[in-house]
C-alpha cells in the first residue's frame, strides 16, 4: 500500500510481543502501530502521543497456547474459558 502511494517505512525494530513497543518508543522520535486500547493507556502512563493511524488497518489474531498434556484437564478447561469469557465481554 505504500508503494502505490510512493511511500516508504523504516524498519528499526522488530518484536514478536507488541507490550515492549512502548518502552521502546519512550525515549524516540519512533512511531508504531499498537492495539487501540494498549495505545491509549500506554500513552496515558508513559507520555506519549497519540495519533490515528493515516490508513486503515486491519484487525490481528489473539491466540491461547496451552501445552497439549492439559487438553482435557477440567481445571485447565474451566480456566480457558474464563480467559474467552473475559476477552469476549471487552
Known amino acids: 500500500m505504500l508503494k502505490c502511494q510512493q511511500q516508504s517505512r523504516q524498519v528499526i525494530w522488530s518484536t514478536p510481543h507488541f507490550m515492549a513497543v512502548p518502552f521502546l ?27 490515528s493511524p493515516p490508513i486503515e488497518i486491519e484487525g490481528f489474531t489473539v491466540s491461547m497456547v496451552w501445552h497439549q498434556r492439559n487438553t482435557n484437564n477440567p481445571q485447565h478447561e474451566w480456566l480457558r474459558q474464563q480467559i474467552v469469557d473475559a476477552a469476549c465481554d471487552i
Open 25 to 51: 518508543l519512550a525515549n524516540s522520535d519512533c512511531v508504531a502501530l499498537l492495539p487501540r486500547r494498549m495505545a491509549q493507556q500506554c500513552a496515558k502512563a508513559m507520555n506519549l502521543k497519540l495519533l
